[in-house]
């Protein structure tokens, strides 16, 4: 898409779609009606053609327009984009141009003019902004295309709002409707004064996302005690959260950046459960994690997977908890329990350890489903994002589940019942095991984690070291051992076969999968793959 930009004085948004060139977009020309405008040598500087086409004061608004056009006419140009264009168009230029678009420094229909800032200043609002829209021969007044907010800070000043809704209000919202025209997403209804524009609402991946979020508390600090955080809430949600639980010991110390990291994972993890269900994770990665018929002895088994590696853990349960897994979880220091609820005579155990927080994550009401779950445990907030620098990555939340009829059978030993009760346990809990990730298990128990490696062989043989030599009471041999993603070569199951696994659960996808599959009858294993993998990369 070709641009016709026309501004007075800098024109600095036009340079910064100059700059960004969004959608592919360039500017034929860049026209000012001042000879002495700083834009003339901006647009020089990155190669752009220049007009001027200053106004006789005595001449008529409509002859100036038309001598406008006519010095844009040796152009080709699809848009014309103004920024600070000191005159108001009247219906000849708009009748004989292209789409016109403007930047208003304000929400529009507020505060229109050319005294935004000071009428946002007068009015007190704490949210001001621009507004892109397109150009009618009523001041401000053309259909709006799109709109960006931008907080008013204490203290502000005409300057300092100026510069704020200029760099991360026009600088976003402008560039952002130039691609939209260049991508012919937007339709223009000029009868209706109105825009509508492809993908821009509605989705769970808009053309734009607008998140609001309230502050809920400082922290101490952050990752690392050099580094300053705070904790933001998203009061829309329903789902169970460690962010909107309720601390039950107020004297315990509050929660870290990294407590509430690590609990997040935890309570994400025994979600997957209708049983009774415990885990314990250290820095977001689970050390143990099991199912049981009673809460206690599913913590119990969660615990010896890695007694030495839950040490300083965060222990999360998806039952209330009672005063049996209470006393069990006192005995070796930990630094948070989550739940859905708690007797008091749970409460009365976990309040003798002074900074254990106790977090309930229960609506308060003690609804359950049919599994005895808290009834707000099922998913509902279904996006995750990851912030980057200049950025952040949305996905939709790994909510997979499967059942035995989604397995495929690629060996002559085909599973037992038992072993594809506990393939279907290590799957569900290894979508919470960073990749590389390999999970070993008994029945619904794990007994050795491999998290976190580079290499998948590497992650066999860290699951295959936790298991003999870290848990208690349990070893690999007979287990069977999930994989978050295909094994590309059949070393990982030699590794395996040593450890004494009998069984395996992997997506599949390999170029190698023939040789892989070999690998397993050699070793009478049984191998089932499910045709899709439970990467976690954060």
Request: glycine share 8%; with cysteine; net charge negative.
């Amino acid at each position: 898409m070709k641009l016709a930009g026309m501004a007075s004085n800098r024109g600095r948004n036009l340079m910064n779609i100059a700059d960004r060139a969004p959608g592919g977009a360039e500017f034929a020309v860049v026209l000012t009606n001042d000879a002495d405008a700083p834009v003339l040598d901006a647009a020089a500087e990155r190669g752009i053609p220049t007009e001027v086409v200053e106004r006789d004061e005595d001449k008529a608004r409509e002859a100036h327009e038309e001598r406008v056009l006519d010095a844009l006419a040796a152009y080709d140009f699809d848009l014309v984009t103004l920024d600070g264009y000191m005159r108001v168009l009247s219906e000849t230029f708009l009748d004989g141009a292209p789409t016109t678009l403007n930047v208003h420094p304000s929400l529009l229909p507020n505060f229109p003019g050319m005294d935004a800032h000071e009428q946002v200043l007068d009015a007190g609002v704490k949210v001001t902004g621009c507004t892109v829209h397109v150009v009618g021969e009523t001041v401000d007044g053309g259909p709006i295309v799109t709109q960006e907010p931008i907080p008013v800070v204490e203290g502000d000043d005409v300057a300092d709002l100026k510069e704020r809704v200029l760099y991360q209000g026009e600088f976003t919202a402008y560039p952002r409707v130039v691609k939209w025209f260049a991508e012919d997403r937007v339709e223009v209804d000029s009868e209706n004064n109105s825009v509508s524009v492809d993908g821009d609402v509605g989705g769970a991946f808009p053309a734009r996302r607008l998140v609001s979020d309230d502050r809920a508390a400082d922290l101490r600090y952050g990752e690392n005690p050099h580094q300053d955080a705070a904790l933001y809430a998203d009061t829309t949600v329903s789902e169970a959260s460690v962010v909107h639980a309720d601390q039950l010991n107020e004297g315990a110390k509050a929660l870290s950046y990294n407590n509430y990291n690590d609990a997040d994972g935890a309570l994400n993890l025994i979600k997957e459960f209708d049983e009774p269900a415990a885990a314990v994770i250290k820095h977001t990665n689970p050390a143990g994690c099991a199912t049981a018929d009673s809460l206690s002895d599913a913590y119990a088994k969660a615990l010896s997977t890695d007694p030495m590696s839950a040490f300083g853990g965060i222990v999360a349960l998806n039952r209330t908890c009672d005063a049996d897994t209470a006393e069990q979880i006192i005995d070796s220091f930990k630094e948070v329990v989550v739940a859905p609820g708690y007797t008091d005579a749970a409460l009365d155990v976990l309040f003798e350890k002074e900074n254990l927080r106790v977090l309930d994550v229960s609506r308060g009401d003690g609804r359950t489903d049919e599994s005895g779950r808290s009834d707000n445990f099922e998913v509902t907030d279904t996006i995750t994002e990851k912030p980057l620098v200049g950025g952040r990555l949305v996905q939709e939340r790994d909510t997979q589940h499967l059942t035995a009829d989604d397995l495929e059978v690629v060996t002559e030993r085909e599973p037992t019942d038992e072993q594809l009760e506990s393939m279907l346990f290590a799957w569900h809990t290894l979508k919470h095991v960073k990749s590389n990730g390999i999970l070993f298990a008994k029945g619904t128990e794990t007994v050795g984690i491999g998290m976190g490696q580079v290499s998948r062989v590497d992650a066999v043989r860290l699951a295959a070291m936790k298991a003999d030599e870290h848990a208690e009471g349990k070893d690999a041999a007979g287990a069977v051992m999930a994989s978050d993603a295909f094994f590309p070569f059949p070393d990982g199951i030699e590794e395996a076969a040593k450890a004494g696994i009998e069984a395996v659960i992997q997506p599949g996808g390999s170029k190698n999968d023939e040789s892989v599959v070999e690998a397993a009858n050699e070793h009478d294993m049984a191998m089932v793959m499910t045709g899709q993998r439970s990467f976690r990369h954060d």
